[in-house]
């Protein structure tokens, strides 16, 4: 593909309908702001930063998502500290109530009363739920969180969780706090977030074992990502077995990324992995988890 316009056609060829972009954010204005200045001018979270390719308008990136064929994607947000989930559990939702194709969506951070909102949130709609243990700094593991790992099992709706150290470590990341959620939770419809890089063969350890984890192809793959976090070869026939087992979605972290949205759909052709399991990665996969 040479730009965002040849994706329609991309996606035609498969077969599909479309896509599923299970990774993919929309922000309360002023909070999108000071996410966006982090990302440009980098920081302790950040490393160095990257430019942000659809620094647009909410209106133009919904249309861009439109004219690209995304026809389901959630606007992931996340706390990192005590007392803002809530009000963006009600932000989320909104905007999924007045945006078609938008999957209703909600977090949560470690506090009291998270239960309650957790649960508010599944009564509310909420079909997928976000959490950042690297910008949250917070320990999956905690107390506060035992009810809500609890109800979320019980919901199978899918939680992303960015549990790895990109884009520079820090929190309570790694593979170990998480598999001990998933061992007191083992039903948990867990999707890890960029294929867990770079801490891959842990990650893909824990979505082999557990049903019901999965990984995003979040930045994965692209040129950008294999300068620093190539995807080691050894896993490739591992990519592909959990792909054409529901086990591997689709997600672009769209609109913070460094390139076109083309590039992430180039860079998961290019793998050779086959047409069908580009189309299980890009639609199916992601509907059967969303259903």
Known sequence: MSGDADVPAWWARLGLPGLIDLHVHFLPERMERRVWHHFR????????GWPITYEWPVEQRVARL???GVRTFPALAYAHRPDMAADLNAW???FARRTPGCLPSATFYPEPGVAAYVRRALDDGARIFKVHLQVG??????AELTEVWGLLAEAGVPVVVHASSVPVPGGFVGADPVGAVLRR??????????????EYDPFFELAARYER??????MAFTDFSEKGMPFPARLRPAL???GLAGKVVLGSDFPTIPYA?????????????????LRAVCWHNGAAMIR
């Open 41 to 48: 001018h980098g920081g302790p979270l950040m490393g160095g």
């Open 137 to 142: 700094g917070f320990d999956p593991r905690a």
């Open 185 to 198: 939770h083992p039903a948990l419809r867990l999707v890890i977030a960029h294929l867990g890089m770079p």
């Open 213 to 218: 984890v999965a990984l995003d192809t979040t």
């Open 240 to 242: 592909l077995d959990l």
């Open 92 to 94: 989320t939702l909104d």
């Open 261 to 277: 949205y083309a590039h992430q759909l180039d860079a998961l052709a290019r793998l050779d992995l086959g047409d069908a399991w």
């Open 66 to 68: 439109r004219e690209l």
